[in-house]
């Protein structure tokens, strides 16, 4: 976790020409893919629990994000969402770039924004939206086997899930988080709106 790797990062994005998405009546949304440390020198990102009382998706793993409200930007709605969620200002300027966008079974369209924070401890959870929080060694989002592409019935599209942390986590964290490995990390020119949610999601 250095300056190395956040110019690696910042290269990589300006390298990479995301591929946004006609809305066609989806709601907008955006997530903070936030690049930290794991306290021991290492890049991690950050990852969140979702409040078990939450009326939607509760109990979730997730990046920090939701929707955009009227007349906000993705990035305003994300530097929003990060200080609501996880108690953390994040700056324009902290922002690295954007991935593609991905659509949701449930009717959003997310844009994901990367972000580097140099402070770990700056985050700590909003108990009345977020659990826990988790920060993931960049290292395990390319371990072998992982990420996990699954075959069924309901759709054509292969089901994308992340063995981590104990559980399987699925789309669009899960889409997100393989974009990220792929481009931002990897320098690979990787597309994932085509990958699918699992069936429970399709709501």
């Given at each position: 976790f250095d300056a190395a790797l956040r110019a690696r990062l910042v290269e990589n994005l300006a390298g990479s020409e995301h591929?946004?998405?006609a809305e066609r009546g989806l709601k907008r949304?955006?997530?903070c893919v936030i690049v930290t440390g794991d306290g021991n020198g290492e890049a991690a990102l950050v990852l969140t629990r979702r409040a078990k009382h939450l009326s939607t998706h509760s109990g979730q793993f997730a990046l920090p994000g939701g929707r955009v409200?009227?007349?906000e930007s993705?990035?305003?709605?994300?530097?929003r969402e990060a200080r609501e969620e996880i108690n953390l200002?994040?700056?324009?300027?902290?922002?690295?770039?954007?991935?593609d966008d991905y659509p949701t079974r449930s009717g959003?369209?997310?844009t994901p924004l990367v972000a580097w924070c140099a402070d770990p401890s700056r985050a700590t959870p909003n108990p009345q939206e977020?659990?826990?929080i988790y920060r993931v060694p960049l290292a395990d989002l390319?371990?072998?086997g992982t990420p996990e592409f699954v075959a069924i019935p309901e759709s054509e599209r292969p089901v994308i899930r992340y063995p981590l942390l104990g559980t399987r986590i699925h789309a669009p964290t899960a889409a997100v988080m393989y974009q990220f490995m792929e481009v931002t990390l990897l320098g690979r020119a990787t597309r994932v709106a085509h990958l699918e949610q699992p069936v429970w999601a399709w709501r």
């Open positions: 591929a946004p998405l949304a955006a997530v409200d009227r007349g993705a990035l305003e709605a994300a530097c200002e994040l700056a324009s300027g902290d922002f690295l770039g954007r991935l959003y369209v997310i977020v659990a826990r390319g371990r072998p």
